[in-house]
């Protein structure tokens, strides 16, 4: 079975391209490579790898494929927001393209990473202290979440017109954990290199807010559960995705008692100004029962998987913006200037 991966070679889609090789599934990656090729390197010659923008993806890509997982696009608040015009490109048109490219050709399975971002309510508010599921109404606002939202209205409209179509959407909660195309912008992996490199973590807003968390490898196999469901379970239904639900505060708590086991010292300190933080918890227990779908991976095990990877591979390098989506799509746009008066570097 081929599996066309949009976005395979990112920080979840390396991960996940690994776990479908490991089952015997072939993989196709479609990736701009937008971060070069380090998520994939060491297994680039185990899988079709075509490079290209999500945004004009050839026929040809379609070829032989059974299904579509699509993981391309922006993938926080900060790039949508510095560029609301691409994100809604990649995040939502995009979306639609794929999906109605995958119709013409007859791929019935498409599954969707969407956002467990998009029940974000601002933190001191009563919505935080409900569980969140599949049905709560919701109306996102900001740029990221919005487009998300607008993607899953899409492909839920085009299951509606065609019988055969099969899309899955996953809101993902806050995804953390050791990836290939490693990330520090995301919380637990932030606590980790702050901690490393600076022996604190800092807790903003006091570390009230709340948030779903599921770590990367957990979740790479739910995006296989909904490969391999029945079409009857998983047929225009949106799942959360999270481990569990957690007080930042406590997130912190658990990743420096960790690191202390690790003989890493590290202080935790608390910012009680007030930020934008984002604060919901969603309730997972569709996803339970539908598809059987367990998380197994704890915030503990991730950590020291995490630690063990820095010190083995001496990924030490913590201020490299190839680590932070923001700041490396800001440096690729900087050099792109420069590149377009020189017209190259030699």
């Not at 029940?119 to 009563?126: D, F, M």
């Not at 990221?144 to 019988?163: T, W």
Request: aromatic share 10%; glycine share 8%; net charge neutral.
């Amino acid at each position: 079975m081929r599996i066309l991966i949009i976005g395979g070679a990112g920080y979840v889609g390396s991960v996940l391209t690994r776990e479908l090789l490991e089952r015997g599934y072939t993989v196709r990656v479609y990736d701009r490579l937008f971060f070069g090729r380090r998520g994939i390197a060491d297994v680039e010659d185990r899988i079709d790898l075509m490079v290209g923008d999500m945004r004009d993806i050839p026929d040809a890509a379609y070829d032989d494929v059974e299904a579509v997982v699509n993981l391309g696009g922006l993938s926080n608040d900060p790039t949508a927001e510095y560029n609301p015009k691409a994100n809604t490109a990649m995040n939502t048109l995009a979306t639609r393209t794929t999906a109605e490219a995958a119709i013409r050709r007859g791929i019935r399975r498409y599954v969707f990473a969407s956002s467990c971002s998009v029940y974000y309510s601002a933190a001191g508010q009563e919505r935080e202290d409900l569980l969140l599921s599949e049905e709560a109404a919701i109306d996102p606002k900001a740029a990221y979440s919005r487009s998300k939202f607008e993607a899953e209205r899409a492909l839920l409209e085009l299951s509606a017109k065609h019988a055969d179509f099969c899309p899955v959407i996953l809101r993902k909660g806050t995804v953390f954990g050791f990836s290939k195309r490693m990330r520090y912008d995301l919380v637990v992996n932030t606590f980790i290199k702050d901690a490393i490199r600076s022996g604190t973590i800092t807790l903003h807003f006091g570390g009230e807010m709340w948030r779903p968390l599921v770590e990367v490898r957990d979740a790479a196999r739910a995006y296989i559960a909904c490969l391999q469901s029945d079409a009857k379970n998983v047929k225009g239904q949106i799942f959360n995705v999270a481990y569990r639900n957690f007080r930042i505060s406590e997130l912190a708590l658990r990743v420096r008692e960790s690191l202390r086991a690790l003989g890493v010292a590290v202080d935790i300190a608390p910012d009680f100004e007030y930020k934008g933080v984002r604060s919901y918890r969603v309730d997972c227990g569709k996803i339970r029962r539908v598809l059987g779908y367990e998380p197994a991976v704890s915030v503990e095990e991730a950590v020291g998987a995490i630690v063990r990877e820095i010190r083995a591979n001496g990924m030490t390098d913590f201020d490299n913006p190839v680590y932070y989506n923001i700041r490396w799509m800001k440096l690729l746009e900087e050099t792109e200037k420069v590149i377009g008066i020189t017209g190259k570097v030699f």
